[in-house]
Structure formats: structure tokens, C-alpha cells
């Protein structure tokens, strides 16, 4: 497991023992994310289509202490099949941005997958702040240490995932 910081952008990495395209089915399969979330935060999608490329947009329901339970809708911006894929979440019903059309914070979610030998890959989950305004980035730098925390335990439950197949 390898961690990585730059500004506003945290990655997390693991090695696990499954080809890409086994794992890249999961990661773009929006039903499956709750199993594999390790924040705890995630309670299910709406819609139960897989992503099929760039443009797609899917719904989780969420749930977060200061919020309680809200939707955020996802829009995917990177498709790679089999290497990558990512998407800009945005506040939706029930969040506290919501009623605000031009509500979003520009952050990412991304998957990039690296074939690493036979029936293995390395998987690097990142969320990219980057383009978040200073004081939604301001928060993200503050709490570095445990966004990576999560995305470690996303890893290990992603590898989870994929040796129960």
C-alpha cells in the first residue's frame, strides 16, 4: 500500500492480485460501490446501470453525519476501459448545496488501473481537489489524514471483492 500527496490531491495505491478488467467491471458497476466504500458513507445507488463511457451520470444515496442523508450525482468525466475511470460528484436531493444550480466543489474521483503481471494490478484511488475552490480545498488539506485512511480501506475491500469472485 503506497500514499501520495500534492496540493489538494490525495492518492492512495495497492497491488491486487486480480486482471484489470475484473476489477475495472466493479469500479464501473454503481451498485457495487457501497460494498467496496470505505468511508461508510455510501447507502446505494439509485440507478442500477453500469457506466458505459464519458457522459454517463449515476446517484448515490449518501449519508453524513452534518448532512444526514442526501444524494450526490456523479458525472463521469475519464473512461479507459480496463485502466481508468472518474467522475465529478455534485450536491443532489437532500444535500445542503442542492438548491443551488451552480453548486459543485470540481473535485474527482479516479481509479487508474496498471496491469502488474499475470491476474494482478495495481489500483490507485484519487481524489482530485485540485479544482475546488480555496475553502472546500482548505477542508480536504485539513483532513488529509483520513481521506487517506478511507481510501486504504476502499482498496483493501476492493481486493476483498475481487478474491470472493
Request: glycine share 10%; with cysteine.
Amino acid at each position: 500500500m503506497t500514499s501520495t500527496t500534492g496540493e489538494a490531491v490525495v492518492a492512495v495505491s495497492r497491488r491486487i492480485t486480480a486482471p484489470a478488467e475484473d476489477i475495472f467491471r466493479i469500479l464501473a458497476d454503481p451498485g457495487r460501490h457501497p460494498g467496496l466504500d470505505g468511508s461508510g458513507m455510501l447507502r446505494g445507488g439509485v440507478f442500477e446501470a453500469a457506466v458505459s463511457g464519458v457522459g454517463d451520470v449515476f446517484v448515490m444515496r449518501m449519508h453524513y453525519e452534518r448532512y444526514g442523508d442526501y444524494e450526490m450525482i456523479n458525472h463521469v468525466v475519464e473512461y479507459e476501459p480496463d485502466r481508468r475511470i472518474g467522475w465529478e460528484p455534485r450536491p443532489g436531493r437532500g444535500h445542503p448545496d442542492a438548491t443551488d444550480p451552480e453548486a459543485t466543489w470540481g473535485h474527482r474521483w479516479i481509479f487508474e488501473l496498471l496491469p502488474d503481471g499475470a491476474g494482478a494490478t495495481v489500483v490507485t484511488e484519487i481524489f482530485d481537489g485540485s479544482r475546488m475552490p480555496d475553502d472546500k480545498r482548505a477542508e480536504v488539506d485539513s483532513g488529509r489524514a483520513w481521506w487517506q485512511t478511507q481510501m486504504a480501506s476502499t482498496l483493501e475491500r476492493l481486493a476483498d471483492l475481487c478474491s470472493a469472485r
